[in-house]
């Protein structure tokens, strides 16, 4: 055999161990995808589309979380769960160790590609637990949470300490921070983070198939606001200005979905919340899971909140043809486009909001030329499907690179 011969004999032979064989690529397990969310209902009711998206993209999803009661509609989606105990609520230094400790040890076990860490909390614990590790990193930070907006003494605490850790993991390669709105992005740069190494994906998408428009239902124009009983949320306004307008407009409705959240600093007491049920044209629902119906039962959505990422509530309800009335704050006015889709209002300003819920109540046109902008708005830029291939393609620049 000649030289020449014997050097393409060993050239094939090389290419055949470099070169998987088609039944290696049959058996090849897929790549794994895990995602970090301090409790189960979270996933479910806000990151739920993202990881369909990613199954439906052959990743093999796994999802690392407190679990409660939304477990087996976590595993009933072919996902494999880990528990995974968080502390929210205070400062527990020593069982966030443990919550480090034990996230390390299930991403070992697992051997995720690339790893989504979903809001404040699994953020910053999640870069402590990456150092050393393999695999990509996102860091989905959505809406800052409290420590971001609050005044406490706690509050203060976490914001120094907090933003270095941030800027620590989003700053590593193979690494991005995943915000909702370009004053979130705005933060992280202001903290450090570099932009090169910070992504825009609006929300986390929306069913637009189970949130269809529907006409307005009939008797008093009836106001919802949807979400946790929060401070921040803006509850306590919303109640006020209610007051205000049934002063002069006594036939409209209130309606009250969502529940106390005690692990949360700014959690409205369950008998304040109670109480509110039983004033004149008020009703608190609690928890309410067919929330399409919700809508079927209001004209108009409410969230005087002082901080969000991209609300699901404004989402859901612009998708069913609801104008809405929120905050002109970050993430608020992502959905809410002033005298578009809705109203913008100041923060904490119980008077502004009275007006603008008194004009849509007024106007019957106006609700109905903004319900019809908001759907549309939603089609164009929030939809699940629209939402699932950005992360997705995410998901493959990171992992690629």
Same mark, same amino acid.
């Given at each position: 055999?000649?030289?020449?011969?014997?050097?393409?004999?060993? @050239?094939?032979? !090389?290419?055949?161990?470099?070169?998987?064989?088609?039944?290696?690529?049959?058996?090849?397990?897929?790549?794994?995808?895990?995602?970090?969310?301090?409790?189960?209902?979270?996933?479910?009711?806000?990151?739920?589309?993202? =990881?369909?998206?990613?199954? $439906?993209?052959?990743?093999?999803?796994?999802? *690392?979380?407190?679990?409660?009661?939304?477990?087996?509609?976590?595993?009933? &989606?072919?996902?494999? %769960? #880990?528990?995974?105990? +968080?502390?929210?609520?205070? %400062?527990?230094?020593?069982?966030?160790?443990?919550?480090?400790?034990?996230?390390?040890?299930?991403?070992?076990?697992?051997?995720?590609?690339?790893?989504?860490?979903? =809001?404040?909390?699994?953020?910053?614990?999640?870069?402590? =637990?990456?150092?050393?590790?393999?695999?990509?990193?996102?860091?989905?930070?959505?809406?800052?949470?409290?420590?971001?907006?609050? $005044?406490?003494?706690?509050?203060?605490?976490?914001?120094?300490?907090?933003?270095?850790?941030?800027?620590?993991?989003?700053?590593?390669?193979?690494?991005?921070?995943?915000?909702?709105?370009?004053?979130?992005?705005?933060?992280?740069? &202001?903290?450090?983070?570099?932009?090169?190494?910070?992504?825009?994906?609006?929300?986390?998408?929306?069913?637009?198939?189970? +949130?269809?428009?529907?006409?307005?239902?009939?008797?008093?124009?009836?106001?919802? +606001?949807?979400?946790?009983?929060?401070?921040?949320?803006?509850?306590?306004?919303?109640? $006020? *200005?209610?007051?205000? !307008?049934?002063?002069?407009?006594?036939?409209?409705?209130?309606?009250?979905?969502?529940?106390?959240?005690?692990?949360?600093?700014?959690?409205?007491?369950?008998?304040?919340?109670?109480?509110?049920?039983?004033?004149?044209?008020?009703?608190?629902?609690?928890?309410?899971?067919?929330?399409?119906?919700?809508?079927?039962?209001?004209?108009?959505?409410?969230?005087?909140?002082?901080? @969000?990422?991209?609300?699901?509530?404004?989402? @859901?309800?612009?998708?069913?043809?609801?104008?809405?009335?929120?905050?002109?704050?970050?993430?608020?006015?992502?959905?809410?486009? #002033?005298?578009?889709?809705?109203?913008?209002?100041?923060?904490?300003?119980?008077? $502004? %909001?009275?007006?603008?819920? @008194?004009?849509?109540?007024?106007?019957?046109?106006?609700?109905?030329?903004?319900?019809? =902008?908001?759907?549309?708005?939603?089609?164009?830029?929030?939809?699940?499907?629209?939402?699932?291939?950005?992360?997705?393609?995410?998901?493959?620049?990171?992992?690629?690179?």
């Amino acid at each position: 055999m000649t030289a020449v011969a014997g050097a393409r004999k060993t @050239e094939r032979d !090389m290419d055949q161990v470099r070169r998987p064989s088609r039944m290696d690529v049959l058996t090849r397990p897929p790549p794994r995808v895990l995602y970090v969310v301090t409790e189960d209902w979270y996933f479910i009711s806000h990151r739920l589309p993202m =990881a369909r998206a990613a199954r $439906a993209a052959g990743y093999d999803v796994h999802v *690392a979380t407190n679990v409660g009661e939304d477990g087996d509609a976590i595993r009933s &989606e072919g996902f494999t %769960l #880990h528990a995974l105990r +968080f502390a929210r609520g205070k %400062l527990a230094p020593l069982r966030s160790l443990r919550t480090v400790a034990a996230l390390r040890k299930i991403r070992r076990a697992v051997a995720p590609v690339l790893v989504h860490h979903v =809001a404040v909390q699994a953020s910053a614990l999640g870069v402590v =637990a990456a150092t050393g590790q393999s695999g990509a990193n996102v860091y989905a930070l959505t809406g800052l949470g409290h420590a971001f907006i609050a $005044a406490s003494g706690r509050a203060r605490l976490l914001r120094g300490v907090v933003p270095r850790l941030l800027r620590r993991g989003i700053n590593r390669p193979h690494a991005v921070g995943l915000v909702q709105n370009p004053d979130d992005q705005d933060l992280l740069m &202001e903290i450090g983070v570099n932009p090169a190494h910070i992504v825009i994906i609006p929300g986390s998408g929306i069913d637009c198939d189970r +949130f269809r428009p529907i006409p307005e239902p009939d008797g008093p124009v009836t106001f919802a +606001f949807v979400g946790r009983m929060l401070d921040d949320k803006g509850v306590r306004t919303l109640l $006020a *200005a209610f007051k205000i !307008m049934r002063a002069t407009n006594r036939d409209c409705r209130l309606l009250l979905a969502g529940s106390p959240d005690p692990a949360n600093p700014g959690s409205i007491p369950q008998l304040d919340v109670a109480s509110w049920g039983r004033e004149p044209g008020v009703n608190w629902l609690g928890e309410v899971d067919d929330i399409a119906g919700l809508w079927q039962r209001a004209h108009v959505a409410v969230l005087p909140s002082r901080r @969000e990422g991209l609300p699901k509530s404004l989402l @859901e309800a612009a998708a069913c043809g609801r104008p809405l009335i929120a905050t002109d704050v970050p993430g608020c006015r992502e959905i809410t486009l #002033h005298e578009k889709t809705g109203l913008l209002v100041p923060v904490d300003d119980p008077a $502004a %909001l009275a007006a603008a819920m @008194e004009r849509l109540a007024r106007s019957s046109q106006q609700r109905i030329r903004l319900g019809v =902008a908001a759907r549309r708005l939603v089609d164009e830029r929030f939809s699940a499907d629209l939402i699932g291939k950005a992360t997705v393609d995410l998901y493959r620049r990171l992992i690629d690179s």
